[in-house]
């Protein structure tokens, strides 16, 4: 074999480290690379990809039966599925509150603060907590479940152009860590970093979420958009140097490649299968683009992407 | 600062903190140090943050009585001499220190109340006031203030002048969203006794809080203020300079004083000073205009029988139109308040002849808008006025001359935004149902269809979009918008000379406007969503590629959105200046390209030219045969002699790439003195498409004159009669084409 010299990237940027839990919780931290994801000749980045599972506060209505039988009667009980995610091998718990949303229940504040009680109360995990993705509703519901988990260091989302400001105070006043939700666009993503930033809310407290499409409904974006972002942090810019979360399992099943399972061709195989197949690749992706916590659903997939990266990180 | 707010103010801080001090020997003697002390409100919830002034500015955590020794220490030490006679100082930092002062002594005071039960106050009559605000709702109401969902607050000292102006004022702070704050009396009587008998509600519900009777009791308001700043900024306790910077910038509070200002109330509204928060008040007082500590004017006077109004209610509508100017408050409305539907979805709508109710302008007719910049006086916002008959009076189909005339004031406007915001009044018409806009200047052209009268759209409604949306999306520039419409023949006959007079020296404006004379270009990196490393520099005398965004736009947008995608480029260093290359540029292009654009012309298409993105309205490329260059446009879907289609030729280019020979840009790039100018202009020109030639005729036709070559129009061919380049050579022989016998392109 002739000796190759491997090409060395000096960065002069570091991504900033992000810690969630405590206050009696376990801790996580995110973020700190160095260099690329795992270049382990480049630089040590000192924390790996961390798997967060999904779950909601209600039982999902658009799961296939593949995905809802997986985690059988689970998911009935916000509490029951968070302590079934353990065992599943949830570094993070995701729970996102669908509920809330006016047209799939229109709970209010007080039910969102008695989901997080719940879920608080049965796992020892650090959480995520989502809104239902209305501005209006996150603005009503979030600040009590940010009051419910005070002290704890949650993650807590999704700030958007319209909702940041409420989210970011709530994060400031309890001491979390706030979700910069853009959709796939470096600038808009950096531009909400810095309206944050202005807010007060301070760097080791920011997550980015730039967005991604599922395997071949727009991953390229996603890798693409991820991958800008962690260079642009490694190349010293600030405002883009935040650790990167990414849903990259919600967005694999809603697809209907991820559901279907009648009336489709042979080739496309079993339904299971190919579902965690998709989730498996596209979160292996997003993740060799540089994402910091991926948010996945599958067991399955669970179980063989934590291998990859324990793989890919030559363990 | 004036003299004698500084004598006043530092005198009745002398005054307060003697009391204070008085108050806390004799509770020390009596109850002793050991006497716990807790803000509670008149429900009995409480707050963590202790007095919360004190712990914010000092970080003092106050739980007991003899906590408040070393407060009082510091207050003291705060106080200075008052101004000698013969002596004319600035004071200002003499007398912010009082005010300081003033508000330990203030709290002091209400804590040891607390301590002898004697706080939240019930008066005789069994009225409870509520005392301090409790953390739970300093937590929903602070939330609301960062998210901008409530602008701030109103400290209310003293009574209004009579019943009836007392609940206007509240109602006219309720409308804008602002909190009430209801503090001291005057001889006796106050605002909360003028709203008792008035039966207003007060109370946490109805955003009308009263604190107390004591001027003391003002403290409340500015503990809230300092809750916020702790719980919402960020802020450590003790950090005082952030704090009240906070509040400067986000709380959009202001102090309104009815009725005579004694010594303690000059102390107290230097201590809201402090704070960033104005005082406004209804007698007369030496004003203190200049601007600094608050966004603007300190202390305003405005003697209520003096401001202008036909009773006292419009007096009092005016009086807190004023305070929310002073303190720059910004109100959003929500909703255009017309009859009819309003949404991008109507931008597009055709108003057919059988449809029509009325028309303004058009073929034969006259219709024209103006927006002009006017000083903050002299504009009254939310004023509509209809001079001439209106709408429903109009008969079916006709045509009615119309002008529209926009009047706006805003500390940051420039006369150089009235072209900017005057060209937005099309696409803000055009979101109306039953609206078409077209065209702009003299030239606008107005349909309405013959649903939106019915459902009541008259003259009016124009003015209402105009004021909304003008204020929505360009609140950071325009303060006060006032709208006329015109319908009477003889008036929009007389004005229209005036705004053609206008439009003339904006022409002038903008023809002097050339790349020389500034020293800052613009860039806008809006299409790096799809084409990543693609920044546009924008100069005077080159819009975007994409014809949307000139140099103006960039420099207004970049004022409304420090943060958006176009920001200012220096100039820098001239690198050369014939092919437009500056360092500055050079630097910024590359850092917002990802590092890949290392160099950039401003005025060559083969050395370095800008980058394409996905978007622009035309792509030149050069035509090496006929030695000159050639330009198609988007919605030319023809062949071209290049041997490509526009869009065969924005997949070679597009993506944000840089490709000497070809290169994106606007339509009214062609025209422009700084067209290719390296290259030799618009004498280089050897095709374009028909649509272009015909649509631009008039605007090339003075370009080619200018450039000496009048006759050039004709000699550049088109799609009509030539598609390939071996049709073009012999086209541009038997014309005689400047190009063929220039210096070689390449
Ligand atoms: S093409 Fe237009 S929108 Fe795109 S970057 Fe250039 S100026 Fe901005």
Redesign the interface.
């Known amino acids: 074999m002739p000796d190759v010299e491997i090409p060395i990237e000096k960065w002069t940027g570091k991504v900033k480290e992000v810690k969630l839990g405590g206050g009696g919780r376990k801790e996580v931290v995110v973020g700190g690379e160095v260099t690329l994801p795992f270049l382990a000749f480049e630089g040590s980045n000192p924390n790996p990809p961390r798997i967060a599972i999904e779950i909601h506060d209600k039982e999902p209505i658009a799961w296939p039966a593949s995905l809802l039988a997986a985690w059988g009667d689970a998911v009935k009980d916000p509490g029951t599925w968070a302590k079934k995610a353990v065992e599943f091998g949830a570094e993070i718990i995701c729970l996102k509150l669908l509920s809330a949303h006016p047209e799939g229940g229109n709970t209010g504040a007080a039910e969102a603060k008695a989901v997080v009680d719940k879920v608080l109360s049965a796992v020892d995990l650090p959480l995520i907590v989502l809104g239902p993705g209305v501005a209006e509703k996150d603005?009503d519901i979030l600040?009590a479940a940010s009051?419910a988990a005070k002290g704890q260091r949650i993650a807590l989302g999704n700030c958007e152009e319209k909702?940041y400001?409420?989210i970011?105070?709530?994060c400031?006043?309890d001491g979390h860590i706030a979700i910069a939700k853009t959709p796939?666009?470096?600038?808009?993503c950096k531009?909400l970093n810095?309206?944050l930033s202005?807010?007060?809310?301070?760097a080791d407290s920011i997550l980015m979420d730039p967005d991604t499409g599922a395997l071949g409904y727009g991953i390229e974006y996603g890798y693409?958009i991820n991958e800008?972002l962690r260079?642009?942090a490694l190349?010293g810019d600030a405002m883009t140097s935040f650790p990167i979360i990414n849903h990259a399992g919600g967005e694999v099943w809603r697809q209907k490649e991820a559901k279907a399972s009648e009336g489709v061709p042979d080739a496309w195989g079993n339904p299971e299968e190919r579902g965690v197949l998709f989730e498996e690749i596209t979160t292996s992706t997003v993740i060799n683009a540089g994402c910091d916590i991926v948010v996945m659903c599958h067991p399955k997939a669970i179980e063989r992407v934590k291998a990859t990266i324990d793989k890919l990180a030559g363990k | 600062m004036s003299k004698f707010i500084a004598t006043s103010a530092i005198r009745g801080a002398q005054g307060i903190v003697a009391e204070a001090d008085e108050l806390l020997q004799d509770a020390l003697q009596k109850l002793g140090p050991d006497t716990p002390i807790a803000f509670k409100d008149k429900a009995g919830a409480g707050t963590t943050f202790y007095l919360p002034v004190i712990y914010g500015l000092m970080g003092n955590k106050v739980e007991k009585l003899g906590d408040l020794v070393p407060v009082m220490e510091h207050a003291r030490s705060l106080l200075q001499p008052l101004p000698r006679e013969d002596l004319w100082l600035p004071y200002l930092g003499e007398t912010l220190d009082a005010g300081a002062a003033t508000l330990f002594a203030f709290e002091t005071i209400e804590g040891i109340r607390f301590t002898k039960g004697e706080q939240p106050e019930k008066r005789k009559d069994g009225f409870e006031f509520n005392g301090p605000i409790s953390d739970v709702q300093a937590?929903?109401w602070?939330?609301q203030l960062?998210?901008?969902r409530m602008p701030g607050f109103a400290a209310i000292v003293g009574a209004a002048k009579s019943n009836e102006v007392a609940v206007k004022i509240v109602r006219e702070l309720q409308s804008k969203g602002q909190l009430t704050f209801l503090c001291a009396d005057n001889n006796g009587r106050s605002m909360v006794d003028q709203l008792l008998e008035e039966n207003v509600d007060m109370g946490y519900d109805t955003y009308i809080v009263p604190f107390g009777s004591d001027t003391t009791s003002a403290i409340y308001a500015l503990g809230f203020a300092t809750v916020a700043a702790l719980?919402?900024?960020?802020?450590a306790p003790g950090d005082f300079r952030r704090i009240l910077l906070?509040n400067k910038f986000r709380c959009f509070a202001f102090v309104l004083a009815l009725g005579p200002v004694d010594d303690i109330k000059y102390a107290a509204a230097a201590g809201a000073i402090n704070y960033g928060f104005p005082v406004i008040a209804d007698t007369v007082i030496p004003n203190i205009l200049p601007t600094g500590i608050t966004r603007y004017e300190h202390v305003v006077s405005m003697p209520f029988d003096d401001i202008p109004g036909k009773d006292d209610l419009e007096r009092a509508e005016r009086l807190v139109q004023r305070c929310v100017e002073v303190r720059g408050i910004k109100i959003k409305v929500a909703k255009v308040p017309i009859p009819v539907a309003y949404g991008p979805a109507f931008e597009g709508e055709v108003v057919r002849r059988a449809d029509l109710a009325i028309e303004f302008g058009g073929k034969g007719g006259m219709c024209f808008e103006w927006l002009r910049m006017k000083d903050l006086d002299d504009v009254e916002d939310g004023k509509i006025e209809i001079v001439g008959p209106d709408m429903d009076t109009f008969e079916e189909g006709s045509k009615v001359p119309m002008a529209i005339v926009v009047d706006v004031a805003g500390r940051k406007m420039q006369k150089d935004f009235e072209p900017v915001l005057e060209r937005q009044i099309h696409h803000m018409l055009n979101g109306a149902e039953g609206f078409s806009h077209q065209g702009q200047r003299d030239i606008t052209w107005i349909r309405v269809h013959k649903n939106a009268v019915a459902k009541g759209l008259t003259l009016r409604h124009i003015g209402d979009i105009l004021h909304t949306c003008l204020h929505n999306d360009f609140g950071a520039i325009v303060d006060k918008v006032q709208i006329t419409l015109y319908s009477d023949p003889g008036k929009v006959a007389e004005l229209i000379d005036q705004a053609r007079a206008v439009y003339k020296e904006r022409n002038a404006r903008m023809a002097g406007l050339t790349d020389e004379a500034v020293d800052t270009y613009y860039s806008c990196?809006?299409c790096?969503?799809f084409a990543?490393n693609h920044v546009c520099v924008i100069n005077p005398e080159r819009v975007g590629l994409c014809g949307a965004y000139g140099w103006l736009d960039c420099r207004a947008s970049f004022e409304i959105n420090p943060?958006?995608?176009n920001q200012p480029v220096l100039k820098g260093r001239v690198i050369d200046e014939v092919l437009g290359e500056w360092e500055g540029v050079n630097q910024f292009v590359l850092e917002h390209s990802?590092?890949v654009i290392e160099r950039f012309t401003v005025y060559s298409l083969m050395d370095a030219p800008m980058t394409t993105c996905g978007c622009c309205e035309c792509v030149m490329a050069i035509i090496p045969e006929a030695n000159g260059v050639m330009i198609v446009s988007r919605d030319d879907y023809g062949m071209t002699p290049s041997g490509m289609t526009f869009t065969t030729l924005m997949a070679t280019v597009g993506g944000g790439l840089q490709t000497p020979g070809m290169m994106g840009h606007g339509k009214i790039y062609i025209p422009s003195k700084k067209f290719i100018p390296v290259e030799g202009g618009i004498k280089r020109l050897v095709w374009m498409s028909q649509n272009l030639k015909e649509e631009m005729a008039e605007e090339l036709k003075e370009a080619c004159e200018r450039e000496g070559v009048p006759d050039l129009l004709d000699q550049i061919a088109d799609g009509s009669a030539v598609t390939t380049v071996e049709e073009l050579l012999p086209f541009l022989e038997e014309k005689g084409h400047p190009a063929l016998t220039m210096d070689p392109i390449i």
Not at chain 1, 184 to 188: A, G, M, T, V, Y
Not at chain 2, 231 to 235: D, E, H, L
């Open positions: 603005n600040p009051d909702n400001r409420t970011g105070a709530v400031l006043s796939l666009d470096i600038n808009l531009q810095i309206m202005d807010l007060g809310v301070p693409s800008r260079l642009a190349g | 937590r929903s602070g939330i960062v998210d901008g719980s919402f900024g960020g802020v906070y990196t809006l790096q969503s990543p943060n958006g995608p990802n590092k």
